[in-house]
């Protein structure tokens, strides 16, 4: 039963890592499906799923407050301990305490929860994109330009208009925005155009398995170190046993709900985590512990589904 689950996952990994290895795709066109996946087929999905359902079926008040506030007691400890601990600038701690405190939700917790759950993920998904994309990304966006090098020059109000209008650009926090405002107002998608959205959807889980695979090829732990493994200890440890406790003994929520808030918070580092890290210089403080994250991630999640799903 395990292998039936767990085992078109990692081929589809492996399926992507050979076809960079051996040369079928360039590591370019592997970052053109994972665009595709959470630009197109991802906000597709969500938007289908979500519009689909009545509102109280989607919005979960005690998994958004648990989730929610997990994620911002790990960034803020984060934040004090690469402070205090390692000495960080304080620019570079606001991006590397993502690393802490966030999930790969959009390619791998959709690909994973869709095997498990099928379109009942994308309502567990949705939650935590609101999350990630409302409060968490904007504010790491903030702290990191107020706290960098040209900090005396900076335009707050640049700033926070940038900040809101990546937030306006970005089709997972759209979708989801669409998606809930449908159900809300019970529109209904046209029957042509929900196809549509359906049939994008269904390559969403595939090829985000498959881009995550070929997007490990050429990453190596050239630097291990105390703060790298305390990163992945809070990201892939610490993260899925809070909320694992939270939803269990401060929730009246369901099993599956538990189980699916605690996957999703045992996942790797998300790719932006080393996108931003690229952006500000962070390149080698980002990339090892997110492919430590990547193993490690893989290893829980895999125990966590043969525990439950087994």
Do not use: C, R
Not at 7 to 23: E, H, Q, T
Not at 144 to 167: D, F, P, Q
């Amino acid at each position: 039963m395990i292998m039936t689950i767990i085992g078109p996952i990692f081929l589809l990994l492996a399926l992507g890592y050979l076809s960079v290895k051996l040369n079928l795709l360039s590591k370019l066109q592997i970052a053109a499906v994972g665009a595709f996946v959470i630009k197109i087929a991802l906000p597709a999905l969500l938007l289908q799923s979500l519009a689909a359902k009545d509102l109280h079926e989607i919005w979960f008040p005690e998994y958004f407050a648990v989730y929610g506030g997990t994620t911002f007691i790990l960034y803020v400890a984060a934040f004090y301990i690469l402070a205090h601990y390692f000495k960080n600038p304080k620019a570079d701690i606001a991006i590397l305490s993502l690393g802490a405190s966030m999930s790969n939700t959009g390619l791998i917790g959709a690909a994973v929860l869709t095997l498990l759950m099928g379109q009942k993920a994308m309502t567990y998904i949705s939650l935590v994109v609101i999350i990630e994309s409302v409060f968490l990304i904007p504010a790491v966006l903030v702290l990191a330009e107020l706290n960098s090098k040209n900090s005396k020059s900076v335009n707050v109000s640049k700033i926070i208009k940038n900040t809101v209008l990546t937030l306006v650009k970005n089709p997972l926090f759209m979708a989801v925005v669409f998606g809930i405002l449908f159900s809300a107002l019970h529109i209904e998608i046209p029957h042509q155009i929900n196809q549509v959205l359906l049939m994008l959807g269904q390559t969403a889980s595939p090829l985000a398995l498959f881009a995550i695979g070929g997007g490990i090829v050429g990453l190596s732990l050239k630097y291990v170190n105390a703060q790298s493994m305390y990163l992945v200890i809070s990201n892939n440890l610490i993260f899925p046993l809070l909320v694992f406790l939270g939803l269990t003994y401060l929730t009246n929520v369901s099993q599956e709900m538990v189980y699916a808030g605690t996957i999703i918070a045992s996942l790797p580092m998300p790719t932006i985590f080393a996108m931003l890290g690229q952006a500000y210089g962070l390149s080698e403080k980002t990339l090892t512990p997110l492919l430590m994250s990547t193993i490690v991630g893989f290893i829980v999640m895999s125990i966590l589904i043969a525990m439950w799903w087994a």
